[in-house]
């Protein structure tokens, strides 16, 4: 049984994000510019461009991470706008998060001499690089071969089936990150950056597992009902 | 193992249904049924429960922080929210877990075997430092070797390195071979030069 989205287009969009914060950051990714007033979900999102209901959806699974979404749904929403917002997601954490991380953790490894400075240094470039190869991974080898796939192109040999969201790994070690910060650096190494970069990586956590969800649940059977109707 | 169970909620037809589905669960059993907070912690004694299903709406703002008083009290607590009406997520923080109104019979059934064996696997976390072996087998991790040769060189199956690992993790909180290795170097079971060259 496919739940109901707790909102519906009729609602306000300021009432949607004053229930999940978190939603913020989602509208610059569907081209949403801040000051839309009163209008509610739909008329901002017809304003704008945007599916209303690919909208919601996705809404829907950053404000509840057991959301399922109904493969009925899948087949019955415009998905032109997917790839799009998945894209300008990775330029956000690319961007505009990890700089931002990056920023703060170059001043505890300042902060925190040479010895402890020049590992943390060396975790974090390791890390980047992971990072940096994975969306790479995805922006010229999946997305490319889903676009082919929407204007009915033939394809090469490759199939949804091989691509496996795995974000684990990315996730996994900024949880590493932030034991590390919060719990094995010595006590006096600037402990306000500490708490905030952590309040960062926190928030950056929730919204990878969100956005991984997504492609879980909506990109990958969207994928499968389009390599099904080229059969 | 046996679940002994009580329903905390307000509404009698809400109550009649969800102990219909959790009496058919093997291994539950619901001891009590109430409809207001005001005496649990007598009940919870009385009848030596170990799991609370309560409806959030019950908690007003003043007794919000009920779910950690009785888990304080009773360890082997697990509580978990009845989710009747949306709710901020932040408030479902202090529970084990989440049963909604609309979640079909099968999905609660699911989520009460896992409710019972996430309480379970609780129980084994309580220690936290690591033990000689486990600190040799985190130290060739951090110097980055493989599985089979650290089973090689301790002279231990895989089986038996996988093992430790996994519990170097459950202990530290830290998953990843470059994690590990700052932890070691920041606990100075290594040194620098051994790492990065």
């Known amino acids: 049984m496919s739940k109901q989205p707790f909102f519906s287009e009729k609602s306000k969009l300021y009432e949607m994000i004053a229930v999940n914060p978190k939603l913020l950051p989602l509208l610059p990714r569907f081209g949403i510019q801040l000051g839309f007033g009163d209008h509610s979900i739909g008329e901002v999102c017809r304003a704008n461009g945007v599916d209303t209901r690919l909208f919601l959806l996705i809404c829907n699974i950053y404000t509840d991470d057991e959301a399922l979404v109904h493969p009925k749904d899948i087949e019955a929403i415009d998905m032109d706008g997917l790839l799009p917002y998945l894209l300008a997601s990775h330029r956000y954490y690319l961007d505009e998060r990890f700089p931002h991380i990056e920023e703060h953790l170059q001043h505890i490894i300042n902060a925190a001499g040479p010895k ?37 192109q033939s394809t090469n040999n490759f199939s949804i089936s091989q691509f496996r969201v795995n974000h684990s790994n990315i996730e996994d070690t900024l949880e590493d990150m932030m034991n590390i910060l919060v719990k094995y650096l010595p006590g006096d190494i600037l402990p306000k950056e500490r708490i905030e970069i952590s309040t960062d990586i926190i928030e950056l956590s929730a919204d990878l597992i969100s956005h991984s969800l997504i492609e879980d649940q909506i990109l990958i059977p969207y994928v499968e009902t389009l390599e099904n109707a080229k059969q | 193992m046996s679940n002994r169970i009580i329903i905390c909620e307000a509404s009698e037809i809400i109550t009649t249904g969800l102990y219909e589905i959790i009496q058919g669960i093997s291994g539950c059993d619901v001891v009590a049924r109430v409809d207001t907070p005001d005496q649990l912690t007598e009940k919870i004694l009385s009848t030596d429960a170990n799991m609370l299903i309560i ?24 509580v978990i929210a009845l989710m009747t009406t949306y709710v901020e997520p932040s408030t479902l923080k202090p529970y084990d877990g989440v049963i909604e109104i609309n979640d079909t019979k099968l999905k609660v059934i699911n989520k009460m075997n896992q409710f019972a064996h996430d309480a379970e696997k609780q129980d084994k ?23 089979k040769e650290i089973a090689d060189q301790m002279n231990i199956s895989i089986h038996t390195v996988i093992s430790h690992r996994k519990n170097i993790t459950r202990k530290t909180g830290i998953k990843s071979v470059s994690g590990l290795t700052v932890y070691a170097l920041l606990n100075n079971l290594i040194d620098e030069n051994e790492v990065y060259k």
């Open chain 2, 55 to 78: 409806n959030t709406n019950l908690l007003g703002f003043t007794d919000r922080n009920l779910p950690q008083q009785l888990k304080k009290e009773y360890p082997q607590l697990t």
């Open chain 1, 116 to 152: 402890y400075g020049n590992m943390l240094n060396h975790f974090y470039n390791e890390y980047q690089q992971e990072v940096k190869k994975h969306f790479k991974y995805e922006e010229e080898e999946v997305f490319p071969y889903i676009e082919s796939l929407r204007k009915g």
């Open chain 2, 125 to 147: 976390t309580d220690d936290v430092e690591l033990s000689k072996r486990e600190i040799d087998v985190l130290v060739a991790v951090a110097k980055g070797m493989m599985n």
